[in-house]
């Protein structure tokens, strides 16, 4: 089969390809691009392992050709840390909140809620809960990536973060 | 899960579509936003040699009101609908029933043209679109032509779509101002498919209703309408004794597939709850 040739801006760096139409987006930027933050957990749309940031969306890239990507501008959690390398407000907070154990559903976990506080960055519990619906955590049982997220959320809006009482 | 090879296409106008699906003919798919069709070509239960994307036509997205109804693109994503204050404002069922779908990387993707093309008897938009007296613009090689909602589904993934057509448009009327409404969906988990769901689009005056229409969702091998269903509740209050006789007449219809959301007559009974439910809160948010 004919290989096509994409570009793409990943986490602000120009890159280019040729693909096969039927290489997977995930395929694309874990192996000819060797960014392995974005990982491949059910492999059919539902844990969300594999979230992106595209053009402003979070996406499942396992569900995606990289052809369809061609001139998308991507955030993979490799992008997310801050200019000076220092941990994001995200990352911190899932540090400082114990926000993962096994860590496989982290990347997503990340890159979903980035753009979740992006749309939103004052969240209500349910909302956040809601927000991260299409991802899996098979570890934490979420308790402690909802207070990471409210954590960077009080941290981007500037306040102090309080736990809810128990 | 690597799905077979293709040949990839982008063609950026309708024109352009129609002319490569009917010329490449039944080795063809359209492609929206993919999140039907790309796990089925992963398990390789879809094959298609040729892949025709949608997201290069510009004029296949987008809402827009026109005289007394609201038409959205094809291309218009789930997320698109509930970021949309058009949507909000006329038709909050379909912002009720977005949010129901799946889960936010999902709607990213996912399209309304999509969901209720393909004739999937899981998805909740077909029911509802029948629910509004919606209708679809399909374009083919030989023209336009719109067919209602109601007239398009034949049985499970099969529609009245003809080789070569393509769906352009959902258009729906604008509901009488101060309607009620309810999409009521029972599923096992966030992101599941019905195991039974109910639509209702009513309007009350003077404590009796008025007018009724009730869809329902993963209950036989197409959406139904149940027409005998709405039928009963006009012209009452709703009372419980009228609640369970719609209740009776939708059941009369429906005959879902066992699978592993329930048995035949499990999944009859939580869609009778489903229309009773629904019912009773489109009342509640009726003027």
Not at chain 2, 126 to 131: I, K, Q, S
């Amino acid at each position: 089969m004919a290989k096509t040739h994409v570009t793409m801006t990943v986490n602000g760096a120009e890159v280019e390809g040729l693909v096969e139409p039927r290489t997977l987006l995930i395929h694309f930027i874990r192996e000819n691009l060797q960014l392995t933050g974005a990982h491949i957990g059910c492999e059919t749309t539902h844990c969300g392992a594999c979230t992106v940031d595209i053009d402003g969306m979070s996406v499942k890239i396992c569900t995606m050709f990289a052809v369809q990507a061609n001139g998308s501008a991507i955030t993979t959690i490799e992008g997310i840390a801050n200019a000076d390398g220092t941990l994001s407000a995200l990352q911190e907070g899932f540090r400082q909140m114990h926000g993962l154990q096994c860590g496989f559903c982290t990347p997503g976990m990340i890159v979903r809620a980035h753009r979740l506080l992006q749309e939103n960055p004052s969240p209500t519990e349910e909302e956040i809960r809601f927000g991260i619906a299409g991802n899996l955590c098979r570890c934490t049982g979420y308790q402690n990536i909802v207070k990471a997220i409210q954590y960077a959320s009080a941290k981007i809006n500037g306040v102090e973060f309080r736990e809810a009482a128990e | 899960m690597i799905p077979g090879a293709f040949n990839y296409h982008c063609p950026s106008t309708v024109a352009d579509a129609v002319a490569l699906l009917s010329s490449l003919g039944d080795e063809a798919r359209p492609l929206g936003g993919g999140h039907s069709l790309i796990p089925m070509m992963k398990l390789r239960l879809a094959t298609p040699e040729h892949l025709i994307d949608l997201h290069c036509i510009a004029s296949l997205k987008g809402i827009r009101q026109e005289a007394d109804r609201l038409v959205i693109g094809a291309m218009t994503t789930q997320h698109e609908l509930l970021a949309s204050p058009e949507v909000s404002a006329a038709f909050p069922i379909l912002k009720e029933t977005a949010l129901l779908i799946a889960d936010p990387q999902v709607r990213y993707r996912g399209t309304l043209g999509g969901n209720v093309v393909n004739g999937d008897p899981g998805n909740d938009m077909p029911a509802l679109m029948m629910t509004l007296g919606a209708s679809y613009r399909l374009e083919g090689p030989d023209g336009a032509r719109d067919v209602a909602a109601s007239d398009f589904y034949q049985g499970a993934y099969f529609t009245a779509l003809e080789p070569g057509e393509l769906l352009t448009a959902i258009t729906i009327p604008f509901a009488a101002s101060g309607h009620g409404y309810a999409y009521e969906k029972l599923k096992r988990k966030v992101g599941d498919y019905a195991t039974a769901a109910a639509a209702v689009m009513l309007t009350m005056a003077n404590g009796k209703v008025e007018s009724c229409s009730i869809g329902l969702t993963n209950l036989s091998d197409t959406p139904l309408l149940a027409e005998a269903a709405a039928d009963a509740v006009i012209g009452t209050g709703l009372d419980d004794d009228t609640l369970k006789k719609a209740s009776e007449r939708a059941q009369e219809i429906m005959s879902p597939a066992a699978d592993a959301r329930g048995p035949v007559e499990y999944r009859k009974h939580v869609g009778g709850i489903m229309v009773m439910r629904a019912l009773k809160r489109a009342a509640a948010r009726a003027a």
